[in-house]
């Protein structure tokens, strides 16, 4: 089994400064993923990308303590309520590494609360 993570901004990143660059990353991660789910998958290997949406990390709390700056520029963009926890996406990654996922292989997982902005 193997895994792959990319973080979901889409549209909100695709402004000057880089966006571009991050996109265009992670539609290659996408190409990747699938190509090696094509691969492998003679040899009973499965792969799959799980595509994140705002997990507050503790990077983000080092530089906004109290989540009020992420809060408001994230405002409207996921469908779901709160801000995801790194314990919202570890049930993803178990559920993709059991017997229970043994014939998904070459897809994109979005576990981001419904993003609407990308």
């Given at each position: 089994?193997?895994?792959?993570?990319?973080?979901?901004?889409?549209?909100?990143?695709?402004?000057?400064?880089?966006?571009?660059?991050?996109?265009?990353?992670?539609?290659?991660?996408?190409g990747?993923?699938?190509?090696?789910?094509?691969?492998?998958?003679?040899?009973?290997?499965?792969?799959?990308?799980?595509?994140?949406?705002?997990?507050?990390?503790?990077?983000?709390?080092?530089?906004?303590?109290?989540?009020?700056?992420?809060?408001?520029?994230?405002?409207?963009?996921?469908?779901?309520?709160?801000?995801?926890?790194p314990?919202?996406?570890?049930?993803?990654?178990?559920?993709?590494?059991?017997?229970?996922?043994?014939h998904?292989?070459?897809?994109?997982?979005?576990?981001?609360?419904?993003?609407?902005?990308?």
């Open positions: 089994m193997l895994f792959r993570m990319a973080f979901g901004c889409g549209a909100t990143c695709a402004r000057p400064g880089g966006g571009a660059r991050l996109l265009t990353s992670k539609a290659a991660l996408v990747f993923t699938r190509s090696l789910a094509r691969e492998a998958g003679p040899k009973n290997i499965r792969a799959n990308l799980v595509m994140l949406g705002a997990v507050r990390t503790e990077a983000e709390a080092e530089f906004d303590p109290d989540g009020s700056a992420t809060r408001e520029r994230l405002a409207g963009c996921q469908s779901l309520p709160g801000r995801l926890a314990d919202d996406v570890t049930g993803t990654f178990a559920f993709l590494a059991s017997d229970d996922s043994a998904i292989t070459g897809q994109v997982l979005n576990v981001d609360g419904g993003w609407v902005n990308y």
